[in-house]
């Protein structure tokens, strides 16, 4: 079984800036994709960014500039640094991995962790 711990969110002034953690644990042999989701009270889920195991990154427009993703093999964790924050980006935030685990290969979610960007 593999887990997904998140760390990082909280309360942030427009303009500010914070860092979000994910850090997987278990039976894991390789992450291929990391990423990180957000959910807004009565919208969808939607992408934010996400990088695979060769170092590539994709972001949604909204982000672009503002939020950057990396990640920590040895650590088996991705950041999200997030600046420039607007009220816009509230929203819960979750990290998703696709895990290699010997025979099994699936997709994980993190529990979440809420940023709220208010003054």
């Known amino acids: 079984q593999v887990q997904l711990v998140e760390s990082g969110g909280g309360l942030v002034q427009p303009g500010g800036s914070l860092r979000l953690s994910c850090a997987a644990s278990?039976?894991?042999?390789?992450?291929?994709?990391m990423g990180w989701y957000r959910q807004a009270p009565g919208k969808e889920r939607e992408l934010v960014a996400d990088i695979n195991s060769g170092g590539g990154t994709d972001y949604a427009d909204s982000v672009k500039g503002r939020f950057a993703i990396s990640r920590d093999n040895a650590k088996n964790t991705v950041y999200l640094q997030m600046n420039s924050l607007e009220p816009e980006d509230t929203a819960v935030y979750y990290c998703n991995m696709y895990v290699s685990s010997g025979s099994k290969y699936a997709g994980y979610w993190g529990q979440g962790t809420q940023v709220t960007v208010s003054s």
């Open positions: 278990g039976t894991i042999f390789s992450i291929n994709v």
